[in-house]
């Protein structure tokens, strides 16, 4: 046992011994004591094949997290991806086979689970990040590098409407400053009160390494996400049926149209809402410098009241919605503006 820290007078200072912990660092401590239990490793056994077709067994590791005591834990798609077998490695030492209950690749996360007893499982507390603030105190518990689970500390440093990660596009992201190594996607983003506010999913590097800019699925977009696989096993997302292109301000000139900016509808699902709807696709293709633009159809300019300026910010508002609900667009039809009321369906599966 410690003996009573004791302040020593020299020449005036006050001398605290070194090992005396400061409150930000007692708060540290405590929550990777409470919660590194709930964090696990997760190993995906895929099989690839070699120039003579020969099986080639390789492994790759992701961390996660619990999420009740039924053995449900939450990690990334691209952890579990093209998985032959999942394994998860709790803290106590213990291995378990893992069953995939879901994935959504749209938001790269995903749902396993164990049959291990309800009383090893540590399930962490979900918390809120609708109000996050730039400068926030935020812990990521992970396992880098398949090694043992590590403690790191940084602030969100910002939150970004959308950050593409290869193919895919995930919105609302919290950009932090703690160290988040490729081993930790899948591992939580704790605040300061060891509730999850973020699912540590990628980071941005020229090497590889850590450079402090690592990327977060919000906390608030995985309730909805692992509340639709418990409950139908996919993730339910709205349905428009249109394939749209960028109207950039240099076409938007070479064209002489009333916009500047805007998504054009290129393409109409048969039997889409946007079918039902009246909706027009293009007719006709254009060259205007290198790009090569399909003309003709509607001009997409704003989305229940937001403005529309990209391909991409009229997806996002189109899923902001629920299948059945109805989305009011304004567009531009053969140069004169008009509004078009579309109920989305559930997107194909």
Same mark, same amino acid.
């Given at each position: 046992m410690r003996a009573p820290l004791l302040a020593i007078a020299l020449a005036g200072l006050a001398v605290v011994p070194a090992w005396a912990l400061t409150g930000d660092e007692e708060n540290s401590v405590s929550i990777y004591r409470r919660l590194n239990a709930g964090v696990v490793n997760i190993t995906n056994r895929a099989v690839a094949y070699d120039f003579f077709f020969n099986p080639v067994p390789s492994d790759s590791s992701g961390s996660g997290f619990i999420l009740d005591a039924q053995g449900h834990i939450?990690?990334?798609?691209?952890? =579990?991806?093209?998985? #032959?077998?999942?394994?998860? @490695?709790?803290?106590?030492?213990s291995k378990?086979?893992? &069953?995939?209950?879901? *994935?959504?690749?749209v938001t790269d996360l995903a749902v396993v689970q164990i049959k291990a007893p309800p009383e090893t499982l540590v *399930?962490?507390?979900?918390?809120?990040?609708?109000?996050?603030?730039?400068?926030? &105190?935020?812990? !990521?518990?992970?396992? +880098?590098f398949g090694l043992e689970h590590s403690l790191? !500390?940084?602030?969100?440093?910002?939150?970004?409407?959308? =950050? &593409?990660?290869? *193919?895919?596009e995930i919105e609302d992201v919290i950009q932090?400053?703690? *160290?988040?190594?490729p081993g930790n996607s899948g591992g939580p983003l704790l605040d300061s009160d060891g509730r999850v506010i973020g699912i540590n999913t990628a980071i941005f590097s020229t090497s590889g390494g850590n450079i402090g800019i690592g990327f977060a699925i919000p906390v608030n977009t995985a309730k909805r996400v692992v509340a639709d696989i418990l409950t139908r096993g996919y993730v339910i997302y709205?349905?428009?049926?249109?394939?749209? #292109?960028? $109207?950039? +301000?240099?076409?938007?000139?070479?064209?002489?149209?009333? =916009?500047?900016?805007?998504?054009?509808?290129?393409?109409?699902? &048969?039997? @889409?809402?946007?079918?039902?709807?009246? $909706?027009q696709g293009g007719t006709r293709q254009v060259i205007i410098g290198n790009a090569i633009v399909v003309i003709g159809g509607d001009i997409v300019t704003a989305a229940d009241g937001t403005k529309i300026q990209t391909s991409e910010a009229l997806r996002r508002v189109t899923r902001k919605h629920q299948p059945g609900e109805i989305m009011k667009l304004e567009v531009l039809r053969q140069g004169k503006q008009m509004e078009v009321d579309v109920k989305l369906a559930e997107q194909p599966r």
């Open positions: 939450l990690t990334n798609h691209h952890v =579990v991806q093209g998985s #032959q077998r999942l394994e998860v @490695s709790l803290a106590d030492g378990w086979i893992a &069953k995939l209950i879901g *994935a959504d690749p *399930a962490l507390s979900l918390g809120d990040s609708s109000a996050l603030q730039i400068g926030q &105190k935020v812990l !990521a518990i992970g396992n +880098p790191s !500390a940084g602030i969100v440093s910002s939150v970004r409407k959308f =950050v &593409k990660t290869g *193919a895919t932090t400053d703690a *160290a988040i190594n709205p349905y428009l049926g249109t394939e749209t #292109q960028t $109207l950039t +301000p240099a076409v938007a000139r070479a064209l002489e149209l009333p =916009v500047g900016q805007g998504a054009i509808i290129v393409r109409i699902a &048969k039997g @889409s809402p946007a079918a039902r709807a009246g $909706l």
